[in-house]
């Protein structure tokens, strides 16, 4: 039953929602599903903690990005977005608002040096 909802990445290490086609790191399955998949019932949602329990899950800290283009990963949605240029960042994310608080808060960008278009 569990496969059905979850595709385990030994690659990357994570488990990822084929309801969403998101990774889930270690400790969220149960929320994930809670918050995002209410219409799959408790005692579904309840096996796949047992489902997981043995696999090797990193923390999201852990889930390395990486560093060259590589094929999509099978069962994760491909997003259109931006990547940080500042040398030796190379964050990733998926909004042009949450790139521009990413550079605020980890390089002190502001409007006035630079422009993001």
Not at 17 to 35: A, D
Not at 42 to 52: G, N, T
Not at 53 to 59: P, Q, Y
Not at 87 to 100: A, I, P, Q, Y
């Amino acid at each position: 039953m569990s496969e059905q909802h979850l595709l385990y990445s030994h690659d990357f290490q994570v488990i990822i929602c084929k309801e969403c086609q998101n990774g889930i790191v270690k400790g969220n399955i149960q929320r994930h599903f809670r918050m995002f998949h209410k219409n799959i019932e408790l005692r579904v949602r309840r096996q796949f903690s047992e489902y997981v329990k043995n696999l090797e899950i990193g923390e999201t800290i852990d889930v390395e990005t990486p560093t060259q283009e590589i094929v999509p990963v099978e069962g994760l949605k491909v997003h259109n977005g931006f990547i940080c240029t500042v040398e030796g960042c190379r964050c990733l994310r998926t909004t042009l608002t949450s790139m521009k608080q990413h550079c605020q808060a980890k390089h002190c960008w502001t409007e006035q040096k630079g422009d993001f278009t």
